[in-house]
Antibody, heavy 121, light 111 residues
Framework: EVHLVESGTGLAQPGGSLRLSCAAS????????MNWVRQAPGKGLEWVSY????????FYADSVKGRFTISRDNAKNSLFLQMNSLRVEDTAVYYC??????????????WGQGTQVTVSS | NFILTQPHSVSESPGKTVTISCTRS????????VHWYQQRPGSAPTTLIY?????PSGVPDRFSGSIDRSSNSASLTISGLRPEDEADYYC??????????FGGGTKLTVI
C-alpha cells in the first residue's frame, strides 16, 4: 500500500523559510514523478511543483518560482520542498502527491495527508 | 493559460443523481484528459476518476465521468447519492504549457 507522510508543519514569519519533507513507502519511489499541491484555507487545490523520478526535470507554478525548491532523495525515499521568502499567501495545507501516468495522460494517483504551513507575523 | 470552471455548489437528495460540470475556457476539452478528485471534509483529496471516465480500483460505479465536446466541458455524475458523498469535487486537466490545472471545486451537499 502506498504511504505518503508529510512533515515540516510550522509557523514562519513573512520573508522566512521552511522545509517540508515527504516520506514515501509501499512503492519504488525512484520510478515515480512527484508533485507538491497546496490548499489555502477555504480555497481549492493549487499545483505548486513537479519533479521527475530522477530529479532531472523540475517545474514550478509561477506563484512560487524563484522562492521554492523541490528536490528528492531516492536513496531515502523522500521528497522535499524548500520554501524561502515566504509570504502570507503561502499559508496552506501542503500535500505530497504521487503522479500516475497512463498511455496518454498523467494525474495524481495518491495523496499524502497534508501538512500545515502558516506564514504570519 | 486556460481555466476550468466548476459550479461553486450543488445539492441533491439521497438516492438521487447529481452532475457536476467542468468547463474548459480555451483549448479543446477532448485534446487532454480530465480527472476528478473527491475531498471529504477535513481529509486529503482522493482520486475518483481519471482519463475522463476511468475509475481507480475501489471507486464505486455510482461515480462516472464523461466529456461533452459541444460544450467543451467534462462532467462527473454521481448516482444513488449517499450522505458520505457530501464533499468537495475538483476536476483537473493540462496542456503543453500548463501541466497541472485544477478547477475551483464544487461543494456537494446531500440534503
Amino acid at each position: 500500500e502506498v504511504h505518503l507522510v508529510e512533515s515540516g508543519t510550522g509557523l514562519a514569519q513573512p520573508g522566512g523559510s521552511l522545509r517540508l519533507s515527504c516520506a514515501a513507502s509501499g512503492f519504488t519511489f525512484s520510478s515515480f514523478e512527484m508533485n507538491w499541491v497546496r490548499q489555502a484555507p477555504g480555497k481549492g487545490l493549487e499545483w505548486v511543483s513537479y519533479i521527475s523520478g530522477s530529479g532531472n526535470s523540475i517545474f514550478y507554478a509561477d506563484s512560487v518560482k524563484g522562492r521554492f525548491t523541490i528536490s528528492r532523495d531516492n536513496a531515502k525515499n523522500s521528497l522535499f520542498l524548500q520554501m524561502n521568502s515566504l509570504r502570507v499567501e503561502d499559508t496552506a495545507v501542503y500535500y505530497c502527491a504521487r503522479v500516475r501516468r497512463t498511455s496518454g495522460s498523467y494525474f495524481v494517483g495518491d495523496w499524502g495527508q497534508g501538512t500545515q504551513v502558516t506564514v504570519s507575523s | 493559460n486556460f481555466i476550468l470552471t466548476q459550479p461553486h455548489s450543488v445539492s441533491e437528495s439521497p438516492g438521487k443523481t447529481v452532475t457536476i460540470s467542468c468547463t474548459r475556457s480555451s483549448g479543446y476539452i477532448g485534446n487532454n484528459y480530465v480527472h476528478w478528485y473527491q475531498q471529504r471534509p477535513g481529509s486529503a483529496p482522493t482520486t475518483l476518476i481519471y482519463d475522463d471516465d476511468q475509475r481507480p480500483s475501489g471507486v464505486p460505479d455510482r461515480f462516472s465521468g464523461s466529456i461533452d465536446r459541444s460544450s467543451n466541458s467534462a462532467s462527473l455524475t454521481i448516482s444513488g447519492l449517499r450522505p458520505e458523498d457530501e464533499a468537495d469535487y475538483y476536476c483537473q486537466s493540462y496542456d503543453n504549457r500548463n501541466p497541472w490545472v485544477f478547477g475551483g471545486g464544487t461543494k456537494l451537499t446531500v440534503i
